[in-house]
């Protein structure tokens, strides 16, 4: 069965520095997304991306986040000053364009990353 | 008003029970949800999809009122293996983006 992929699995970065996530969405998949979740808390939407751009983003994805599409298969999300306040759990995650409301998005395995 | 509440929690039910919880939503237009289950530090999962009145998958019945903005979802004859966080999610009103409630523990016991 087909399955969004992410590396690493684990990060540790010292704040201020700069860290690139990376994703490989299900391959006929058109829509392409990232969360967060802060230990213990609720999954938060960050941003979508549709047609190499992106669609939506929260508040929670400012100026020192940002996504790319590098070549047709990864899919990233940078972060370019890391703060403290950045230790998460990151989510990937990847849908069809299906219509009505029913697109279903299916998770990677998250990276955690921690910043000290 | 929070866009999805739910009871955190925790349920604890004995194996072989049947178990329901709730989830409320703000957005009257909403028209698709979503139940994820989420294991402890692993990626949401998902169990059902609910676009009409509702769906039943096995075991699962998930229901849909909308005059009262609630989500159910129904376990019966509970596995220990359904030990989980259940995730009510709602798309939200844009094609874009998917909306989590917090939450709720589930623990099944022997």
């Known amino acids: 069965e087909p399955e969004v992929t992410q590396t690493p699995s684990h990060q540790v970065t010292q704040m201020g520095q700069e860290v690139i996530l990376r994703c490989v969405p299900i391959?006929?998949?058109?829509?392409f997304y990232w969360y967060r979740q802060i230990l213990g808390q609720k999954v938060e939407f960050l941003v979508s991306?549709?047609?190499?751009?992106?669609?939506?983003k929260s508040e929670i994805f400012d100026d020192q986040f940002s996504v790319e599409r590098p070549d047709g298969s990864n899919f990233t999300l940078k972060i370019r000053s890391t703060k403290l306040e950045d230790s998460a759990m990151y989510f990937c995650?990847?849908?069809?364009?299906?219509?009505?409301?029913?697109?279903?998005?299916?998770f990677g395995p998250g990276t955690r990353l921690l910043v000290l | 008003r929070k866009e999805v509440e739910q009871d955190p929690g925790p349920f604890n039910v004995p194996e072989g029970a049947t178990v329901a919880f709730n989830c409320t939503y703000s957005?009257?237009?909403?028209?698709?949800f979503f139940w994820y289950r989420q294991d402890c530090r692993k990626e949401p999962k998902l169990l059902m999809s609910?676009?009409?009145s509702g769906n039943e998958d096995g075991r699962f019945t998930a229901q849909l009122n909308r005059a009262s903005q609630y989500i159910s979802l129904l376990i019966r004859d509970s596995k220990l293996s359904d030990s989980a966080t259940y995730l009510c999610?709602?798309?939200?009103?844009?094609?874009?983006?998917?909306?989590f409630g917090s939450g709720t523990r589930l623990s099944i016991r022997p």
């Open positions: 995650a990847s849908s069809e364009i299906l219509g009505g409301g029913r697109e279903t998005q299916y």
């Open positions: 391959s006929n998949h058109l829509y």
């Open positions: 991306f549709y047609n190499n751009e992106i669609s939506e």
């Open positions: 957005n009257s237009a909403s028209q698709s």
């Open positions: 609910v676009y009409s």
């Open positions: 999610v709602e798309r939200g009103s844009s094609a874009s983006k998917i909306i």
